[in-house]
């Protein structure tokens, strides 16, 4: 079965302090990994994937075929960060995505 | 870029009753997907349209949903008739292909309460 999951479902963090977006997957074959951000009031994007190992607004994520995860940190939280994160599994051969639940994060000042 | 355009932003519907949804991808994406959203949950794919063809709707409850991209660039998606369980956000998304994995850019979604 092609499954994921997001353990929380609210991160609540001080400023400064690290974070951490737990994502684990299920999926027989090599998927795609993505996390999608969606902040207050605004739509739904594409923060980063796994294929481009890539920095974005200063979180990071690399994928862990041994443990199926794919877990999204970031070293200093800004308040900015808030928002509804969403990790996402893209099964080989075409672009539909499987999403986790979502995890809300909550940076306070 | 103009992004992904959906119509109406609300709806609120009795059950029973018929609803459409409008939407209109981001233009050359040949790629468009409706997913269902339900509160507190992730979105769902409900259907997967490459052009004018539909790629999956595997997850698509035939029964009362039904889904059209004439042309291959606006699509529609229906509900009729309604039930209380289908209260939702529908989002419409739109990528350049099908394979790649490119990505999929989302429309602020039509949010349906059946009531």
């Known amino acids: 079965a092609q499954r994921v999951t997001q353990p929380e479902k609210l991160l609540s963090v001080f400023k400064g302090a690290p974070v951490e977006l737990k994502c684990n997957y299920s999926?027989?074959?090599?998927?795609?990994l993505f996390w999608y951000v969606q902040y207050s009031r605004q739509r739904l994007q594409l923060l980063l994937r796994?294929?481009s190992r890539e920095s974005i607004k200063g979180f990071t994520a690399d994928l862990n075929k041994g443990e199926t995860s794919f877990h999204l940190k970031k070293p200093f939280a800004q308040e900015e960060d808030s928002a509804m994160y969403y990790c996402a599994l893209s099964p080989g051969g075409y672009n539909k995505l499987i999403f986790g639940a979502g995890t809300r994060l909550a940076v306070h000042p | 870029e103009a992004g992904v355009a959906q119509s109406p932003r609300y709806k609120i519907i009795e059950k029973r009753q018929s609803v459409a949804f409008w939407c209109n991808p981001i233009s050359g994406h040949a790629t468009l997907y409706w997913y269902q959203q339900i509160l507190g949950q992730g979105p769902k794919l409900l259907i997967q349209f490459q052009n004018n063809g539909v790629v999956d709707d595997s997850q698509l409850p035939k029964d009362r949903f039904s889904a059209e991209r004439l042309k291959g660039v606006d699509s529609t998606l229906k509900i009729q008739p309604a039930k209380l369980e289908d209260s939702a956000v529908y989002l419409c998304?739109?990528?350049?292909?099908?394979?790649?994995?490119?990505?999929?850019?989302f429309g602020q979604g039509t949010r349906l309460t059946v009531v």
């Open positions: 999926y027989s074959g090599s998927p795609e």
């Open positions: 998304a739109s990528s350049l292909g099908s394979q790649g994995n490119t990505e999929a850019f």
């Open positions: 796994h294929i």
